[in-house]
T-cell receptor, first 112, second 114 residues
Framework: DQQVKQNSPSLSVQEGRISILNCDYT??????FLWYKKYPAEGPTFLIS?????DKNEDGRFTVFLNKSAKHLSLHIVPSQPGDSAVYFC???????????FGQGTRLTINP | EADIYQTPRYLVIGTGKKITLECSQT?????MYWYQQDPGMELHLIHY???????EKGDLSSESTVSRIRTEHFPLTLESARPSHTSQYLC?????????????FGSGTRLTVV
């Protein structure tokens, strides 16, 4: 039972344009959501997070949107840069459980 | 600098050998985790620990074992390596409570069993 789903295995975007990565979840107990970025042969690094009491969180070029009624979150990267090419993982947790559940990942490729 | 360290980064080993993948963190985190990532990208939790002398199996069945004798150290052992164990192994840690509920990951160990 996949509680966190990233339905797009890959995404290709032109440099300078907006990248939008999507994530859906099924567990209504999840109240904290995170995005991680992973380069090959390295561990994932934390990118941005959002609490369920918010619907938007912004950090520089990265913005995460949360739609609780749709159980959907998205990561916007604007403008996209070649260094953004990586695999992006969505993760969710019910804070009392403190165990992250990860999505399958989306490979983002930024084309020059 | 507080961090999480995994050694070795890369390991090529013959079938049947016993191996231990090391993971240490200097952040004082009480919780530690091992994930396995195959080329299909998905991260699979194979072991976790919520404190010293506490270990649990994760969502993905694994033939590996772990121990947590010290807070900062969480090694993973394969008694007899097989080609099916070829994968990337990622160690992570987190702290109970606090504002950030995320994990800090190590750089991973890429294991190849020939």
């Amino acid at each position: 039972d996949q509680q966190v789903k990233q339905n797009s295995p890959s995404l290709s975007v032109q440099e300078g344009r907006i990248s939008i990565l999507n994530c859906d979840y099924t567990n209504s107990m999840f109240d904290y959501f995170l995005w991680y970025k992973k380069y090959p042969a390295e561990g994932p690094t934390f990118l941005i997070s959002i609490s369920s009491i918010k619907d938007k969180n912004e950090d520089g070029r990265f913005t995460v949107f949360l739609n609780k009624s749709a159980k959907h979150l998205s990561l916007h990267i604007v403008p996209s840069q070649p260094g953004d090419s990586a695999v992006y993982f969505c993760a969710a947790t019910a804070r009392e459980a403190q165990k992250l559940v990860f999505g399958q990942g989306t490979r983002l490729t930024i084309n020059p | 600098e507080a961090d999480i360290y995994q050694t070795p980064r890369y390991l090529v080993i013959g079938t049947g050998k016993k191996i231990t993948l090391e993971c240490s963190q200097t952040m004082g985190h009480d919780k530690m985790y091992w994930y396995q990532q195959d080329p299909g990208m998905e991260l699979h939790l194979i072991h976790y620990s919520y404190g010293v002398n506490s270990t649990e199996k994760g969502d993905l069945s694994s033939e590996s074992t772990v121990s947590r004798i010290r807070t900062e150290h969480f090694p993973l052992t394969l008694e007899s390596a097989r080609p099916s164990h070829t994968s990337q192994y990622l160690c992570a840690s987190s702290r109970t409570g606090g504002q950030n509920y995320g994990y800090t990951f190590g750089s991973g160990t890429r294991l190849t069993v020939v």
